[in-house]
Nanobody
């Protein structure tokens, strides 16, 4: 089963930083757009960020613009989410997923992200003092 694996979550104080990683095992990610998503208790899953297969274009949810940055290292088959100035409302389980058609981040928003597959199990991020 083709699946992505997230890591890097944890407990951090407000204003702190974390870097999440999304890795693929057994298949390549360089032919896919990859997105980061999150789901807080009692809320629907929402899109956080998306990066094209080449890394040349990115999208962000309004709630994280200016604080989060997505990047990819195709040589390591890994996508990263750099999270800065974390707030308690960023607390959620964070997931990554991929999409092969299209390979750019069109048809992606925080509330609509069709076509993403190979969802990982998620990594918990808790922002609390």
């Amino acid at each position: 089963q083709l699946q992505l694996v997230e890591s890097g979550g944890g407990l951090v104080q407000p204003g702190g930083s974390l870097r999440l990683s999304c890795a693929a095992s057994g298949f390549t990610l360089d032919d896919s757009a990859v997105g980061w998503f999150r789901q807080a208790p009692g809320k629907e899953r929402e899109g956080v960020s998306c990066i094209s297969s080449s890394g040349g274009s990115t999208n962000y949810a309004d709630a994280v613009k200016g604080r989060f940055a997505i990047s990819r290292d195709n040589a390591k088959n890994t996508i990263y989410l750099h999270m800065n100035s974390l707030k308690p409302e960023d607390t959620a389980v964070y997931y990554c997923a991929r999409r092969m058609v299209p390979r750019i981040c069109t048809y992606w928003s925080s509330s609509s992200f069709p076509g993403f597959v190979s969802w990982g199990q998620g990594t918990q991020v808790t922002v609390s003092s």
